[in-house]
């Protein structure tokens, strides 16, 4: 198989659902050339459907420190830290893909669901 080739057929398996076969096509790809950029998105895309929130900060970590811009990686990241509690962490990377992106009502939406639970949990 040529690489590209089966980047794709992860990606296809993630849009399918099918993460089981998406985790070892990863795993396979991984043996191949670690710590390709897309494959770690990837991953942290079926550690996110799999709502392991942790795991998906640990995989983007290494996509925005090369492509910090890349959209994508920040809107998980931001879901995933809002989803663990980390409401300053979330804002970061929200106020980041909006600073790119200022058109999307949907990180508007969580952004904004934000200040409730920060002022919730403070007190």
Same mark, same amino acid.
């Given at each position: 198989y040529h690489l590209e080739a089966r980047l794709e057929k992860a990606a296809l398996l993630v849009q399918l659902t099918r993460l089981?076969?998406?985790?070892?096509?990863?795993?396979?790809?991984?043996?191949?050339? #670690?710590?390709? *950029?897309?494959? !770690?998105? $990837?991953? @942290?895309?079926? /550690?996110?459907?799999?709502?392991?929130?942790?795991?998906?900060?640990?995989?983007l970590e290494d996509v925005l420190?090369?492509? #910090?811009?890349? *959209?994508?990686? !920040?809107? $998980?990241? @931001?879901?995933? /830290?809002y989803a663990l509690g980390q409401y300053e962490q979330a804002d970061i990377y929200l106020s980041?893909?909006?600073?790119?992106? #200022?058109?999307? *009502?949907?990180?508007r939406r969580v952004k904004r669901s934000f200040l409730p639970r920060q002022l919730?949990?403070?007190l």
């Open positions: 089981d076969e998406a985790q070892k096509e990863l795993v396979s790809i991984d043996q191949l050339q #670690p710590g390709l *950029l897309r494959a !770690l998105y $990837l991953k @942290g895309l079926v /550690a996110f459907f799999l709502q392991d929130y942790q795991r998906t900060r640990e995989q420190a090369s492509f #910090p811009n890349h *959209l994508p990686s !920040l809107r $998980l990241q @931001g879901i995933s /830290a980041r893909f909006l600073a790119i992106l #200022p058109g999307d *009502l949907s990180m919730v949990s403070s």
